[in-house]
């Protein structure tokens, strides 16, 4: 147990804000859980975990350094506002440059925000941001389209287990995993394919 840990979110960045050694760190520790989270969601979208971590730690480090209380939001909030974002424009860059660009966003994380992504629209307006009811159909075609074994890994992937851990708790190979992640990268990303044509038809 540190010497923050009893202190709220808002009273750390106020601290912070003074100058205070060791907060930054601390926040960062403390959320880079969240981060991981919000990662692995996206690398089924495109980009790799390691990198998405890393860009995401910007992110999150991006909303320390940003945030205010006088925002109509949370700190946490606004964190995973910032750690998308990151993600997102990673991920837009790096498909720009193999010349797939990517106009939709999901995420797929279980993370449950506490605001709309109203805000991350406003600063990316050239965006295709998904609502949440959208993306509440989208999760139950994936569930659909993929098979109980591989709704099962995607489960356990998003949770944060290796693909050791799966492996064990499947009774599978590390290979069996792998080859099952890949499957569903190609489902995640053909559905959310689908709907962005869709889109476009409509629009």
């Not at 540190?2 to 205070?20: I, K, P, V, W």
Request: with cysteine; hydrophobic share 30%.
């Amino acid at each position: 147990m540190t010497r923050y840990d009893n202190l709220s979110d808002g009273e750390l960045l106020s601290r912070f804000r003074e100058g205070e050694p060791g907060i930054s760190d601390y926040l960062m520790e403390k959320y880079k859980e969240l981060v991981r989270k919000r990662a692995r969601a996206m690398y089924l979208i495109g980009g790799e975990t390691d990198d998405l971590i890393q860009e995401g730690m910007i992110g999150l480090f991006k909303a320390v350094r940003d945030y205010r209380e006088d925002k109509d939001t949370s700190f946490q909030t606004f964190a995973c506002l910032c750690i998308d974002r990151q993600l997102y424009n990673a991920i837009q860059n790096s498909n720009r440059q193999k010349h797939m660009p990517l106009n939709s966003y999901i995420s797929l994380s279980d993370e449950q925000d506490e605001s709309s992504l109203g805000e991350l629209w406003a600063e990316n307006p050239e965006s295709i941001i998904i609502d949440r009811e959208t993306t509440q159909a989208l999760e139950k075609e994936i569930q659909r389209m993929l098979s109980p074994m591989e709704n099962k890994v995607l489960d356990y992937f998003l949770r944060g287990y290796s693909y050791a851990h799966i492996a064990e708790l499947m009774g599978k190979s590390q290979k069996s995993i792998d080859n099952a992640l890949q499957r569903i990268r190609g489902k995640v990303k053909d559905c959310v394919e689908k709907y962005r044509k869709t889109e476009n038809v409509h629009s």
